[in-house]
């Protein structure tokens, strides 16, 4: 019997890390966490547009990274049901985040918020 995907020992360990270096990393990633929802209050408020969106995901990793769905959740009337159903008919899959769009989808959302 080979081993089970679920097989505990044939998992890799996480790297070891100094507690130094394990708190710079908490840091980071709660900075990122702030700079993700501080975005996307700025786009519920509508202080971003989607254009404006999509220029700092090119620019800024940290907005890059952003889920797409999360930032299409947060644009002002796009609840989470539209959301889906726009990202289902533009062809984004739930994983995509915003870096990762590509050109047709890009312009297929920017015509969705133009109009």
Not at 35 to 64: H, M, P
Not at 76 to 96: C, F, H, Q, T
């Amino acid at each position: 019997m080979g081993a089970s995907p679920l097989d505990l020992a044939a998992m890799p360990n996480p790297p070891s890390l100094s507690p130094q270096q394990r708190e710079a990393a908490l840091a980071k990633a709660a900075a990122a966490r702030r700079i993700r929802a501080e975005t996307k209050d700025r786009l519920k408020l509508g202080l971003v547009s989607f254009d404006e969106l999509l220029e700092l995901a090119d620019g800024d990793e940290l907005v890059g990274k952003m889920k797409a769905l999360a930032a299409l959740e947060s644009m002002p009337r796009l609840g989470k049901v539209k959301a889906r159903r726009l990202m289902n008919e533009v062809g984004i899959a739930d994983s995509r985040r915003l870096r990762g769009l590509g050109e047709n989808q890009r312009s297929q959302l920017r015509a969705f918020f133009a109009g």
